[in-house]
């Protein structure tokens, strides 16, 4: 059974920094892409970053220079970390994973991301 468990989010300041971890299990992680996602309030789901299984990434223009995303296979585990953190950063945040060959996709449950002004 495929799990993945973001944590890591929370309340900061304007210009404060988070890392969020997105825990996986029940798949061989390194064998898919990752993304995180966020949804603020009112607007639709945007994918912020994405690493391939490869570790190509890309960012979306409004984080690019800010967030990073990262893997570590070996503990089954992605991480995006947050600096310079906006009011507009505020948002649930999702890790997305998608499976290279098959199309296979997971969703974590969310984690919540309020960045005060």
């Known amino acids: 059974q495929v799990q993945l468990v973001e944590s890591g989010g929370g309340l900061v300041q304007a210009g404060g920094s988070l890392r969020l971890s997105c825990a996986a299990s029940?798949?061989?992680?390194?064998?898919?892409?990752m993304g995180w996602y966020r949804q603020g309030p009112g607007k639709q789901r945007e994918l912020v970053a994405h690493i391939s299984s490869g570790g190509s990434t890309y960012y979306a223009d409004s984080v690019k220079g800010r967030f990073t995303i990262s893997r570590d296979n070996a503990k089954n585990t992605g991480y995006l970390q947050m600096n310079s953190l906006k009011p507009e950063d505020t948002a649930v945040y999702y890790c997305?994973?998608?499976?290279?060959?098959?199309?296979?996709?997971?969703w974590g449950q969310g984690t919540q991301v309020t960045v005060s002004s």
């Open positions: 029940g798949m061989i992680f390194s064998i898919y892409h």
């Open positions: 997305n994973i998608v499976q290279a060959t098959s199309g296979d996709t997971y």
